[in-house]
C-alpha cells in the first residue's frame, strides 16, 4: 500500500460513492445507528469522522460518535465459534457479525439552500451511508476568506479545511479549556493571529506567563514566534516588570505603573479567594475608602496604633477586621509596579493603542507567577477600561462609526476571576453577561471551567476544548449544548495535543480538528517575512538597479 496515506485512506480511498453501511434504527433526540457493510472493516473507523446519509429526500451530515460490534446471533458472545480455519473465520464475519456505528446528524445539506440547516428530523430505514468528501466539509465549514480563518483540518481528513467564522465569534465571549499541558496557549496564539491579521477585533492580552508577546521556546525546545514579531505593526509589548522584558531581548513600548491611591475597594473583590478575604474584611475595605478617601490602603498600612483604635471608635469597623485586612494588604507591598508617586495612567494609554487598532500585550514578567499581581492588575486595568468604553458607546447614540472597536480582553486562569462567589460582582462577570453591548467581550484561557459560574458559562458563544478528563470539567463544557453525551465521548478520546472541538457561535456545527501548525508556513500565511529574507530581496534590487544604471553609463 502507498506509505504517504494514512491508514484509514489505505481502507478509504476517499470516492464520494465508497459507502460503510446503512441506517438500521435511531431518534432524533439519540442520534441513527448503522449497520457497517462487510467490505467497511470496523478498525478503520475512527470516532470524530464525518459522514453523509443519503436519505430518500434528505442529505443529512454527521459525525461518528460511537464504534461498537453486534451480531445476529446473541449466543456468539458466550460461546464464541471455533475461528482457527480462516475460512470458517470469513464466513462468521461476514455474515454472523458485523461492525455498528452510531452516528450524530448534525446538518441537512441542501445544495438549493445558502446554507446547511439544522437537522429536524431523521433519516429512512436503510439509507445509505458514506464518508464525507472535501466537497461535502467546504459546503459545511465555509472557503477560507476575509471572514473565515483557517484553524485546522478535521481528524484523518488533511486535505479538507474547517474554517472559523470571526466576526461571530467576537461577538460574544470566547472559552479555551484544556488539561494542563494540550497546548491551551497554542491554541489561543492561533486564534488571535486570525482576529488580527483579519482586523476583527483589537485584543487586550494579559500575558500571564510571556506566551504571546515575543517568541518562546516550546516543549520541543524550538523558538516559536510571539504575536509582536508576526504582526509589528498591529502589536505592541507592555510590561509591568520592564527588567524581565529587557533580559529576554524585549523593548517594551510601554512600563505600566498603579498608584496606590487610585486602587478601589472593587478592585479587591476579585482577589477574595487569592488573599482569603472575609466579607468582613471587603465591608471593612468598603469603610476605610469611605472614611479615608482614596490613600486609605496606604494609611491603613502605616497607621500608628492610636489611629487604628480611634477608627474603631468612630466606625463600625472591628479591630479584629481591621488587623487581617491590614495582614492581607502587606502582601501588596512587594509589587515595585504600585507606586505611591506615580502620576501617568496606564489605561488611558492601553485606550491610545486600541483606538489606534494596536492590540496590546501585557506583560508579567517576574509577576507572572503571583496570581495576586495577575488579579489586581488585570481587574484594575479592565475596569477602567470597560468604563471607557460604557462611555463611548453612549455618547455614539447608536451611530456604529463613532463607536470604539471592537475589544477582546484575554484572561488567563479564569476560574479566579469568574468563581461563582465573585463572578457577579466583578467587571468580567459583567462583560461575559453583557455580551457585545458595550463592544467588549472575552477570551477566557482555564484548565478548570468547572470553576467558573455556571451563568458566565451559558455566555460563552464559542468554546475550544482540548482533552479533558474530570468529569465536573466535562459538564462545566457541555452545559446547554445539545447532543452533549456523544460529544463527551468524542472529546475523551482527543490526543493529548494538536487536537481540540470546537462549537458554538463560530462553527455551524461542533467540529473535531487537528489544529494547524504554528510553524513557518504559519508565519508566511499571516504575512511574516525574515529579515534574512527582506534583506536579500532589498540586496536583488539595488544589483538590479545598479546593473541598469550602469548599462545606462556604457
Known amino acids: 500500500m502507498n506509505q504517504n496515506l494514512s491508514e484509514l485512506d489505505q481502507f478509504f480511498p476517499r470516492v464520494a460513492t465508497r459507502q460503510l453501511g446503512m441506517v438500521i434504527s435511531g431518534s432524533l433526540s439519540k442520534g441513527v445507528d448503522v449497520k457497517l457493510f462487510p467490505e467497511a472493516p470496523v478498525e478503520s473507523i475512527a470516532v470524530g469522522r464525518y459522514i453523509i446519509i443519503e436519505g430518500l429526500q434528505l442529505k443529512f451530515f454527521g459525525m461518528i460518535t460511537d464504534v461498537s460490534l453486534d451480531s445476529t ?91 472559523l467564522d470571526l466576526p461571530r465569534m467576537v461577538e460574544r465571549s470566547v472559552g479555551v479549556f484544556g488539561k494542563s499541558g494540550t497546548g491551551k496557549s497554542f491554541l489561543t496564539r492561533l486564534l488571535l493571529a486570525g482576529v488580527i491579521q483579519r482586523q476583527t477585533a483589537v485584543a487586550l492580552i494579559f500575558d500571564m506567563h510571556n506566551d504571546y508577546g515575543w517568541e518562546i521556546q516550546s516543549e520541543g525546545h524550538h523558538k516559536v514566534k510571539g504575536l509582536r514579531q508576526l504582526f509589528p ?94 495582614r492581607r494588604l502587606e502582601r501588596l507591598e512587594r509589587f515595585e509596579f504600585l507606586q505611591e508617586r506615580w502620576q501617568g495612567d496606564s489605561a488611558k494609554k492601553i485606550i491610545e493603542y486600541i483606538d489606534k487598532g494596536i492590540s496590546v500585550v501585557l506583560e508579567f514578567g517576574r509577576y507572572g507567577n503571583s496570581l495576586e499581581a495577575y488579579i489586581l492588575v488585570a481587574n484594575y486595568l479592565t475596569r477602567r477600561i470597560h468604563r471607557m468604553y460604557v462611555e463611548r458607546v453612549e455618547r455614539a447614540l447608536g451611530d456604529a462609526a463613532h463607536e470604539p472597536r471592537q475589544l477582546m480582553i484575554v484572561i488567563e486562569e479564569a476560574h479566579k476571576f469568574l468563581d461563582p462567589q465573585v463572578a457577579r460582582q466583578t467587571i468580567f462577570g459583567i462583560i461575559a453577561r453583557e455580551l457585545r453591548k458595550y463592544n467588549v467581550t472575552l477570551l477566557i484561557v482555564d484548565q478548570r471551567p468547572s470553576g467558573i459560574d455556571e451563568e458566565v458559562m451559558s455566555q460563552i458563544g464559542t468554546r475550544v476544548t482540548a482533552l479533558l478528563d474530570n468529569e465536573r470539567d466535562l459538564n462545566a463544557v457541555f452545559m446547554g449544548v445539545s447532543g452533549a453525551n456523544a460529544l463527551r465521548e468524542v472529546l475523551a478520546r482527543l490526543d493529548t495535543k494538536q487536537q481540540a472541538l470546537i462549537m458554538g457561535h463560530a462553527v455551524p456545527m461542533p467540529v473535531v480538528i487537528q489544529t494547524r501548525l504554528y510553524d513557518s508556513d504559519f508565519y508566511a500565511a499571516m504575512g511574516f517575512r525574515e529579515p534574512a529574507e527582506l534583506r536579500a530581496e532589498r540586496d536583488q534590487r539595488v544589483n538590479l538597479l545598479r546593473g541598469a544604471v550602469e548599462e545606462g553609463i556604457d
Do not use: C
Open 233 to 326: 505593526q498591529q502589536v505592541a509589548i507592555f510590561t509591568i516588570d520592564e527588567e524581565s522584558s529587557l533580559r529576554r531581548q524585549v523593548r517594551p513600548d510601554f512600563v505600566v505603573k498603579l498608584n496606590w491611591k487610585e486602587i478601589q475597594p472593587e478592585d479587591l473583590e476579585t482577589l477574595r479567594t487569592t488573599l482569603d478575604l472575609s466579607d468582613n474584611m471587603i465591608g471593612a475595605a468598603y469603610t476605610l475608602h469611605r472614611h479615608w478617601g482614596d490613600n486609605w490602603i496606604r494609611q491603613l498600612l502605616t497607621a500608628s496604633k492610636e489611629e487604628l483604635e480611634e477608627l474603631v471608635d468612630n466606625t463600625s469597623i472591628s479591630r479584629s477586621s481591621l488587623d487581617a485586612l491590614s
Open 73 to 163: 446471533n446473541p449466543q456468539f458472545e458466550k460461546t464464541p465459534p471455533d475461528v482457527s480455519d480462516p475460512f470458517l473465520r470469513e464466513v462468521y464475519a461476514t455474515g454472523s457479525t458485523f461492525g455498528r456505528l452510531h452516528i450524530s446528524p448534525m446538518l441537512v445539506l441542501d445544495h438549493a439552500a445558502e446554507e446547511p440547516r439544522p437537522v429536524k428530523t431523521v433519516p429512512s430505514h436503510f439509507s445509505l451511508v458514506r464518508l464525507a468528501t472535501e466537497e461535502d466539509v467546504n459546503l459545511v465549514f465555509g472557503q477560507e476568506d476575509d471572514d473565515h480563518f483557517h484553524i485546522g483540518e478535521p481528524l484523518d481528513m488533511e486535505d479538507v479545511r474547517v474554517h
